[in-house]
Each structure stands twice: as structure tokens, then as C-alpha cells.
């Protein structure tokens, strides 16, 4: 499962991305989704996978069963709990966002697939899934 070539990959944990969008994710939501989405492929080819030809990002997984990218919050910020916690950051630096993908590749791709800045504490970790649908 965790290795056989795919087209298809969906994060299991969180992506964490590799460097702060610099789009405001509330004055331009399409903006900031498609900036992330650049981001999200420059992992893949960091971590030496072709780059993809879609990508695809939410706060859910496609994968039934893993948790938000993110612990959800109520609106005067308490914890209302449900997602993976936020990657440690730098002293003094906010968390860098992170969120679930799903990938497609041109050709297959051997796993494992880890990507993202916490690919070596096991945020980032994608598991083979079918079109998105």
C-alpha cells in the first residue's frame, strides 16, 4: 500500500509547508489556495518526486479516518479540538500553516511519499488514493 507505484497521493498527516504564503488567505482565498498549491508542488520536487499536474489542498484528508490538518477553534479562539497539532516552530515565528493534499503525477509514483518541512517528524505523509471524486 505504502510503496506501490501510484498516479494518485492524499496526505494522511498534514503538509507542512516550506515556506509562509505571502497572499493574504482572507482577503484572496483563490489566491492563497493557488500559492499554496505552488508551494505543495515545489515540496514534491524537493523531495525528489516529479512535479505534479494537479494539487489539490484542504483542511480535511481524503483519507477516511485521519484527522483536520489543524485542531479546529471556536470564534473567541478557545479549542474545540479534532486535528493534528500545529509543527513546532522557530522561537518567536508563528506555526507555519499546514494542510492535507491530494496529488496527481503523470506517471506513477513509488512511495513512501513524505513532503513538506515536517516530512522528517512525520507530518506529510501520503498514502495512495484513487482520483478525486
Request: include cysteine.
Amino acid at each position: 500500500t505504502w510503496t506501490k507505484p501510484h498516479h494518485h497521493w492524499a496526505s494522511v498527516t498534514p503538509v507542512v509547508l516550506d515556506r509562509y504564503p505571502k497572499t493574504d488567505r482572507t482577503a484572496d482565498r483563490a489566491g492563497w489556495t493557488r500559492e499554496v498549491s505552488a508551494i505543495v508542488a515545489q515540496s514534491c520536487t524537493r523531495a525528489g518526486l516529479p512535479e505534479p499536474v494537479a494539487v489539490d489542498i484542504d483542511t480535511t484528508s481524503w483519507h477516511r479516518g485521519s484527522p483536520r490538518a489543524t485542531p479546529k477553534r471556536r470564534r473567541d479562539g478557545g479549542p474545540l479540538g479534532g486535528g493534528f497539532s500545529r509543527l513546532p516552530s522557530k522561537p518567536g515565528r508563528p506555526a507555519r500553516p499546514q494542510v492535507h493534499v491530494w496529488l496527481e503525477f503523470d506517471r506513477p509514483v513509488g512511495g513512501p511519499v513524505f513532503l513538506g518541512a515536517g516530512r522528517f517528524a512525520g507530518y506529510g505523509l501520503c498514502k495512495p488514493r484513487g482520483p478525486r471524486g
